[in-house]
């Protein structure tokens, strides 16, 4: 009988998300294919190094040990042929990360498999995958994968920690379109008009709600902690939490910044991962904490930055 993942949480990866590959991309954009492919199959033994997305899939992966049934699988999606993934396949092995299944496209597109795999959230460092992820309804980031400077991503975890934005990741661009186009002050009147009126939801919105059910599911639901770290405040707070109640998932922690920064933040929740939409608030993260850039762009709309 056929193995189904439909009560998993799964992940797909890609292979510079998983570990740092930076040094062979650049072989890759600068010297062409035919170079990376020969630096890869010549240092086939070679351990990888983490990536900025290994303590994120570490620590999911650990749900595994922990319960009595599988509840995450996690897939490596990339553009990568067969012939130079042995390399990736026996870091995976080193490490004793749980990783059993690939997507391997050969250079063509990913987005059109993600539905194959009943994925709930992708993480690449090719913004063209992710922005095609992320029209086709997924929850998807373009991940940082510069290394972190004191962050150890095989470090002992005892708890999953993810921290996400909330207009224009968790919820739509609706509020946040009228803030850059009409100002402050028509956002926040706009916001205490619609009160109780749900947002809809953003991206990442199905990705939370899975997260939510997962936490219930598990013995110990302290394993998974997340945030919502968002630039709102007061009265513009309200439509958020009672979106959030409609919807019936769980935020443990939430902090509405009112416009100030969210490294500090960030850096004292210690996240696995944050998505943030905005580039400016993304670069910044990505120096203290594992981060994704989430391009959230209508067809009809110019990316806003």
Known sequence: ?????????????????????????????????????????????????????????????????????????????????????????????????????????????????????????FLSANEKDVEEAIQSGFAAGKIYTSPLQDYDPIEDISQIRIAFDGDAVLFSDDSERIFQQEGLE????????????????????????????????????????????????APAHERVIRTLRAWNVRIDEAFFLGGIAKTDVLKAFHPHIFFDDQKKHADSASLHVPSARVPWIKKDEVCKQ
């Open 186 to 233: 028509a956002f926040v009147q706009h916001e205490k008009k619609l009160a109780t009126q749900h947002l809809q939801e953003g991206p990442f919105a199905k990705f939370l709600k899975t997260l939510s059910r997962l936490q219930e599911g598990l013995q110990e639901n302290s394993l998974i902690r997340t945030a919502l770290v968002t630039a709102r405040n």
């Open 1 to 121: 009988m056929a193995v189904s993942l439909d009560n998993c949480l799964v992940v797909g990866i890609s292979s510079r998300a998983l570990f740092d590959l930076d040094e062979e991309n650049k072989i890759f954009e600068q010297e062409g294919l035919d170079a990376y492919a020969k630096y890869q199959i010549e240092n086939e033994h070679e351990l990888l190094k983490p990536g900025s997305g290994f303590a994120l899939v570490k620590a999911l992966l650990k749900l595994n040990e922990l319960h009595d049934k599988r509840v995450v699988e996690v897939l490596i999606m990339s553009r990568n042929s067969p012939d130079t993934s042995l390399r990736i396949f026996s870091s995976i092995e080193s490490y004793g990360l749980d990783i059993t299944r690939a997507v391997l496209s050969g250079g063509a597109p990913l987005s059109s498999y993600l539905e194959a795999f009943g994925v709930d959230l």
